[in-house]
Each structure stands twice: as C-alpha cells, then as structure tokens.
C-alpha cells in the first residue's frame, strides 16, 4: 500500500444493490480491490447518501483510491451497467421486462437474494416456502399432462441462480485472499486445533467411549433439554472461548473486508474466512460427528460433511434479536462465547417438517461456555437483548450431497435450484 494512507484503521461502510454492510479499512479503498470485492459489471461507482458520486483519485503509482470517504459512512455500490440501462428505453413486453429485471437483481449485484436464500428462511406458522417444478397443462382433450422437465422459465431460473453463485464465489475469494495476507493474528495458536482447548465434560467422555464402545458414556456430555433433540453441553474451555472472542473482535477492528454472517445477522464475522475452516473440519469430523451419528441419525447426523462457521453479535444500539426463522443445515451447534449480558434468551417452536411438534414453546437462557445443538430446521428466534453484548459461534452442519434437510420431509423443493444455492452455503475455498 501506498504510504499516502493513515496508519489509524478507518472504517468504512459499503453496501450493494442488496448486498448488505461489507466494512472495509478507508487505507483499503482502492478501486481495484472494490472490483474485486462486488464483482461488479463494468465497473464500480461509488455513491454517497445524497446520490453524488464519489470519484477516485490517484497516488503516485497511479493506482486509484477514495481519500475522501467520511469513516463511519455508509456508501452504496453501483455498477455502471446499471446506471446505463436506468437511460435505456425499455423495448420489451411486461413478461420480457419481468424476466430480464429478474436477472439484471442477480448478476448485477443482488447477492443478497442468493445470500438469503443459502442461509435462513424466515417463515411464519410452519408454513414450508416449496418450488413446484412440475406444471400441469391440459390438452385438447382435457386430460392433464406433466412435464418431466423444467420448462424453459425455470431453466432459466437455474442459470440465474449458478451466475449469482459464480459471483459469491468470486467475490468470497477476494476476501480470502486479501484477509490471508493482510491480517495479523491476535493468538496464532488457536487457529490449529488442540485438545488442549476442549473442555473436560466434552473429551473424557470420547475418550471413554473409544474404550468402551458404549454409547452412554459418549453422551454423558450432553444434557437432554427437550424431546424435539434440544441438547446442552460444553465443547471449549473458557478460556479459549474468551481467546476466540478477542479474535473475532481483533478482526473486526482490523478494517479487513467481512460478509455478514447470513441472511439475517448483519453483525458478526464468517470465521471460515478469517482462517478457520481448516480447525472447524476437524472439530466436525473428529468429534461432533460422533455424537451426531448417535443423536441425529434421522437428520443425516451420520454423514455429515459440510459446515458454515460464523460469529454472531448483539448489541443494544445495532440488533438485539432475532426473528422466527430455521437455518439451512442439518444440525446446528450454538456456542455462547459471552461476554457480559441480559436478555436475549433463544426459544423453540417445533420443527419445520413435524406439525404434531408445532405447539412446543421452549425457552433457554444463553450461559458463556455452553452450546445448544439442535436439528436445523427446529423453528427458532432470539428474544430482545436487555442490556450488554453478547457473541455466539454458530456451526451449520450439513451434508452437502443431500437434497433434503430431513430424511422424512415431504417438502416440495426444486433439487436442481437447492442444490446450487446450497452449496454456496458450504463452499470453502
């Protein structure tokens, strides 16, 4: 970087067309980064909160950059594409016009829609959102006849859906790339993980187990919450969870470019990305894998291969909870890392392919040091935070080869557009 920046970390705030918040440090604010970073189409201009753009200027190795951002600004992203056909007549019928604004969302910039999509659904009263990719038409004749493929709309649907994944991918490589270089870790060591980090409740009783053979005594780590498969129990020591805490905040006080979580947290960090992915495979496919098998063998708790792990945080002046919703795994871990807190309790509502468990109503109080693991479609939400902040470490779990969530669901859903979206979910790179 040029030596024209400030060594002080800047934040500023960006946002696509759809997008959400991507923080970036202002002595990041190159052009040529931006691109990267939105993927946008012919190029990015910047606007601020009155619609005027914001021109770059160059340093002495003509590169590009905005010395201007005001930190703590949100500025939007605009592609020049867009700008072109907003002063482009539009010479197509209202159904042409649909389809095209449809795709113009997604491959423009609208990795929103894709992001909410990969990650949670939020729902109301059980009812399950299904893409019926079967159409019935009648003849001439009056009977009725099935397509056995996509018609040409949902075709097309498919493809849009792969553009915008193409896209995420991209712009999640940049990313990483860029944090791979540029970061400097607060604790180096708790990037590998260590036995030493598991709490005792948690590897005693695996140790046992490799003895013995005998399920009860692996899952004399776990407290059964609920019959609906609600389970408590510790993993780390607390001291690596206060380590991992002052982690994810060194990162985000870095300025180093982060997504939001999901679709439905906009504060946290995606911890495959900071350099996790690797600790997190292992933690999945050495330990939790064991205890899934026994207790999730209905919810593909026995193969699976896939996660997505990310911090999620709530604070009193940004989001102090969060709506009904389920997540888009098979089986969740929920780990309170603390810090100091009231409120914000979690409560459950039944699971989205099982109505006879709808009327449940369960409520649990977040502790520093426990995690919660549950089937991902179990209907969820947090309530209100009263006072303090409070970070949790989520793992989706999944199997990524599977089209169902839940091996008895009866949920209609287009394979060929879950499959696509899902694997934005659990890629890693």
Request: hydrophobic share 30%; net charge negative; charged share 30%.
């Amino acid at each position: 970087m040029s030596n024209i920046y400030s060594n002080d970390i800047e934040i500023i705030h960006f946002t696509s067309l759809g997008y959400g918040e991507l923080r970036l440090a202002k002595k990041y604010c190159e052009k040529e980064i931006l691109d990267n970073l939105f993927q946008t189409e012919g190029g990015l201009i910047i606007v601020d909160a009155e619609g005027e753009e914001v021109f770059p200027a160059k340093d002495e190795s003509n590169k590009e950059y905005y010395p201007q951002l005001i930190p703590n600004t949100t500025y939007t992203i605009v592609s020049e594409k867009d700008l072109d056909s907003d002063t482009e007549d539009d010479e197509h019928d209202d159904d042409e016009h649909d389809d095209d604004e449809y795709e113009d969302d997604v491959h423009e910039g609208n990795e929103e829609h894709e992001h909410e999509h990969e990650h949670e659904h939020e729902h109301k009263d059980g009812d399950c959102c299904s893409i019926d990719h079967q159409h019935e038409h009648k003849t001439e004749s009056g009977s009725v006849c099935c397509s056995n493929q996509s018609s040409k709309s949902e075709q097309k649907k498919i493809q849009i859906y792969q553009m915008g994944y193409d896209k995420l991918l991209k712009m999640r490589e940049a990313r990483i790339n860029m944090i791979s270089k540029l970061y400097k870790r607060k604790y180096p060591d708790i990037f590998e993980l260590k036995e030493e980090f598991l709490d005792s409740s948690f590897i005693d009783p695996i140790r046992q187990f490799k003895k013995t053979k005998d399920k009860n005594d692996l899952l004399k780590s776990f407290t059964k919450l609920t019959d609906t498969k609600i389970y408590s129990f510790r993993i780390f020591k607390l001291d690596f969870c206060t380590k991992l805490l002052e982690e994810i905040e060194n990162f985000k006080n870095s300025g180093l470019p982060t997504a939001r979580p999901n679709s439905m947290n906009n504060y946290g960090a995606v911890l495959d990305e900071i350099g996790f992915t690797e600790f997190f495979n292992q933690l999945r496919e050495q330990y939790l894998s064991l205890f899934t098998t026994v207790l999730y063998p209905d919810y593909n708790g026995d193969c699976l291969n896939g996660h997505h792990a990310f911090a999620v945080q709530y604070k009193m002046d940004r989001e102090k909870e969060l709506g009904f919703h389920y997540d888009e795994s098979d089986i969740t871990v929920n780990l309170c890392l603390g810090s100091e807190f009231t409120g914000g309790s979690l409560y459950f509502k039944g699971i989205l392919e099982e109505p006879e468990t709808h009327n449940e109503y369960f409520e649990v109080n977040h502790t520093p040091g426990v995690a919660l693991i549950h089937v991902g479609h179990h209907r969820h939400g947090a309530l209100g935070l009263k006072s303090g902040e409070r970070t949790n470490l989520i793992l989706w779990l999944r199997n990524v080869n599977s089209d169902s969530r839940h091996t008895n669901s009866d949920t209609n859903v287009d394979t060929n557009v879950d499959t696509a979206t899902a694997a934005i979910a659990s890629a890693t790179i």
